[in-house]
C-alpha cells in the first residue's frame, strides 16, 4: 500500500489512553519517540478527553467508536451490507444535528477523516482513506475476504473553533458463508513481507506503562522509516468483545530534530479496564505501508512486570 490510504483509524481514550504510536497497514489498503511535538501533544490530549466525550472524575470516558451518534453528529453509513469476496463501495456521511451532510472538516495527519473497517473477531482489518463528494458523502471501495459481522469506524474532527475529535462507529454486515475464528493468539513478534517487528512492554488497568516496537528487515534494523500520515508509525487499539477504539499517535515526529526514522517507535499507553487488545501497528519503508497487528492481554496491575509476548499477523489479509 504505497502512500494509498490505510486500516482505522483515531479514536478515544476508549480503553486505552496511549501517549504514543497510532497504526495500520500492508500494502495498498491494509488488512491488516521523544517529547511530543505540539501537534501530537494537542491530539493526544484531546484522546485523553476520550475524543470529546463529556465525563467528570467519578465518570470515565466512554470509548471510542462506540456510538453512532456523539456531541450532535452521527455515523450514517450509505452501504447497509457487501458482500464477502468483492470489490465495493462503501458510502457513508457525517450528519450534524440538523441532519445536513458534514462537508468541512480539520485536517489531521494530512487527512480529514480517516476509516477504519474491522471484523469483530479482528482478524480483519482495515485503514482506508475515502474521498469526500460535494454533497457530503465520503466513498471507498473495500474488498472484506470473509462474511461476517464488521464495525466501521469514522475518525475525524469538525471544522470549527473549539471542535474536538471523534470517532463513531456502526455495524457492517457482510454476507457469505461464516466461519466464526477466534481471537489471533499472543506472541512477541508479527512477520510481514519480510519485515519482523517486535514489541516490548505490557499494558495494565488503571496505569500508564511503556510500549516499543521494533522494525527489521531480514534480521537487520530498519533505520529509513519514512514518514506516513505525518509520522514514522502509528497504531490502532481495538479492544476485543465491543471493539472500543483507540487511535493513538507516536512520541515525536519526522522533521522534530530528535525523533529517528526506526528501529523503534515508542509510546505510553494506559489500559481503562482489565482485557485483551488488538494492535495495529502501521509503518512505511521503501514506498510501501505494512501493518503489524499484536494480540495483548493487560496485566496485573501488581506485576508491572508481567509478560510481554504478542501476536503475530500480517498485513491486510489474515494469518
Not at 135 to 142: A, E, I, K, L, Q
Not at 178 to 188: G, M, N, T, V
Not at 191 to 203: A, F, I, Q
Not at 267 to 273: D, E, K, N, Q, R
Request: proline share 8%.
Amino acid at each position: 500500500m504505497n502512500t494509498a490510504a490505510k486500516t482505522g483509524l483515531y479514536g478515544a481514550v476508549l480503553a486505552l489512553a496511549f501517549t504514543g504510536a497510532y497504526g495500520i497497514g500492508a500494502v495498498a489498503e491494509p488488512l491488516t519517540g521523544k517529547t511530543a511535538s505540539a501537534p501530537h501533544a494537542a491530539h493526544k490530549e484531546s484522546n485523553a478527553m476520550n475524543h470529546g466525550d463529556q465525563h467528570t472524575a467519578a465518570t470515565p470516558p466512554l470509548p471510542g467508536g462506540l456510538q453512532i451518534s456523539q456531541d450532535g453528529y452521527t455515523l450514517d453509513l450509505l452501504t447497509p451490507r457487501l458482500a464477502a469476496g468483492q470489490v465495493a463501495p462503501l458510502r457513508f456521511a457525517i450528519r450534524d444535528e440538523a441532519g445536513k451532510a458534514v462537508t468541512d472538516y480539520a485536517r489531521a495527519h494530512d487527512k480529514d477523516l480517516h476509516l477504519i473497517v474491522a471484523s469483530r473477531d479482528l482478524n480483519t482489518f482495515r485503514h482506508l482513506h475515502p474521498t469526500l463528494g460535494s454533497d457530503g458523502t465520503w466513498s471507498t471501495p473495500v474488498d472484506l475476504p470473509e462474511a461476517g459481522d464488521y464495525r466501521v469506524f469514522a475518525d475525524f474532527t469538525p471544522a470549527g473553533q473549539g471542535a474536538k475529535p471523534l470517532t463513531l462507529g456502526a455495524d457492517l454486515p457482510v454476507a457469505g458463508p461464516y466461519q466464526p475464528r477466534e481471537l489471533p493468539p499472543q506472541k512477541a513478534t508479527a512477520e510481514v513481507d519480510g519485515y519482523t517487528v517486535t514489541l516490548d512492554g505490557t499494558l495494565t488497568a488503571g496505569k500508564m506503562t511503556g510500549l516499543t516496537l521494533s522494525v527489521a528487515k531480514d534480521g537487520k534494523p530498519v533505520t529509513d522509516l519514512e514518514p506516513y500520515l505525518g509520522a514514522y508509525g502509528h497504531l490502532v487499539a481495538l479492544r476485543a468483545g465491543d471493539l472500543a477504539y483507540l487511535h493513538v499517535h507516536p512520541e515525536g515526529e519526522p522533521g522534530d530534530g530528535a525523533t529517528q526514522p526506526g528501529p523503534t517507535i515508542s509510546f505510553m499507553a494506559t489500559a481503562p479496564t482489565n482485557g485483551a487488545y488488538r494492535l495495529f501497528l502501521d509503518f512505511k519503508h521503501q514506498g510501501t505501508v505494512r501493518t503489524a497487528a499484536f494480540t495483548l492481554p493487560t496485566t496485573s496491575r501488581t506485576t508491572p512486570e508481567a509478560t510481554t509476548q504478542h501476536e503475530e499477523h500480517t498485513s491486510t489479509e489474515h494469518p
